[in-house]
């Protein structure tokens, strides 16, 4: 039993240890505002997108991404830690996007203000994060990125195109689209016929 206490003992004082060296590794590192965190939640790819990237609110920077990784509880979505300040008004109506830095295609998270609902949401600590508290942060929703939309609508339209190519080759090399060829053929020639005689009927002397 003093064996076991004594190892709980341990046990604990490491753990507060470990946060004590965060939070001073933290302070000193000179990031002394306050942070909240909260997960952004895709489904679609986060390529450019990497640890520390910067994390933006109408164009301002304000915090950054702390990790990124699958949802263990739906594999099909992706998580991404954001820290940011304090100040930052975060509500259920704020989404997130992708936004990409000129031409190296390095990613970031821009966050916008959608919707009439502006009840706060409060995000998780830091500490939290640092003893693993972190499945219950509250998640901002992602948005398809404007490359992404562009991607999806260009795609669509080759898929229309390339079935509307493939719906006029069938008719062109349907038996009946042969047969109207043949109507038409016999009706010119028909008509050339006709046109003939009507101008030896409509002659000068005839008329």
Do not use: C
Request: net charge negative; proline share 4%; aromatic share 4%.
């Amino acid at each position: 039993m003093e064996n076991r206490s004594h190892a709980l003992a341990a046990g604990l004082f490491t753990l507060l240890l470990g946060a004590v060296t965060a939070l001073a590794f933290w302070w000193f590192g000179g990031k002394h505002e306050t942070s909240q965190e909260f997960f952004v939640v895709t489904r679609q790819n986060v390529t450019g997108l990497n640890l520390q990237g910067q994390v933006r609110y109408r164009g301002i920077r304000v915090g950054k991404v702390q990790a990124i990784d699958l949802d263990p509880e739906d594999t099909a979505n992706i998580l991404v830690r954001i820290s940011i300040n304090q100040s930052v008004p975060v509500t259920r109506g704020t989404t997130a996007r992708l936004g990409y830095q000129g031409i190296t295609g390095i990613a970031h998270i821009l966050l916008e203000q959608e919707g009439d609902d502006q009840t706060p949401l409060p995000g998780g600590t830091p500490v939290a994060s640092l003893l693993g508290e972190t499945s219950a942060l509250p998640r901002i929703a992602m948005r398809p990125s404007l490359i992404q939309e562009l991607s999806e609508t260009g795609g669509a339209t080759l898929r229309q195109a390339r079935d509307l190519l493939a719906n006029a080759n069938e008719v062109l090399d349907s038996p009946g689209f042969d047969n109207i060829i043949s109507n038409l053929e016999a009706t010119t020639a028909s008509t050339r016929a006709i046109a003939a005689r009507l101008e030896q009927l409509l002659t000068p002397a005839n008329v």
